[in-house]
Nanobody, 122 residues
């Protein structure tokens, strides 16, 4: 089993920054691919970013504003979010899986965290 615990969400003004963290524990052999997804009210959960062996992949809407990283020594993945917009408001979820081919699909991940709320508002 794998446990994922997100933290770092909160309320931020437009143009501000937040850094989300996801602490990973358990069977790390099942966490070769790590991803971030988000879900806004009334919308489907959508892919944000993923990382595997130092390679990152981002959704088109990221456009350089978000950066995902992984610290294997700390068993933690991060999502640095800059130039935040009101449309970035959502619950952000950390996910773990083993398929880089399916890195942008919810079906490619076996484990999910509970999510952390990010609200961008003035």
């Amino acid at each position: 089993q794998v446990q994922l615990v997100e933290s770092g969400g909160g309320l931020v003004q437009p143009g501000g920054s937040l850094k989300l963290s996801c602490a990973v524990s358990g069977r790390t052999s099942s966490t070769s691919v790590m991803g971030w997804f988000r879900q806004a009210p009334g919308k489907e959960r959508e892919f944000v970013a993923s990382v595997w062996s130092g390679t990152t992949y981002y959704a088109d809407f990221v456009k350089g504003r978000l950066t995902m990283s992984r610290d294997n020594a700390k068993n933690t993945v991060y999502l640095q979010m800059n130039s935040l917009k009101p449309e970035d408001t959502a619950v952000y979820y950390c996910a773990a899986g083993r398929s880089w081919y399916r890195r942008s699909s919810k079906d490619g991940y076996d484990y999910w965290g509970q999510g952390t709320q990010v609200t961008v508002s003035s």
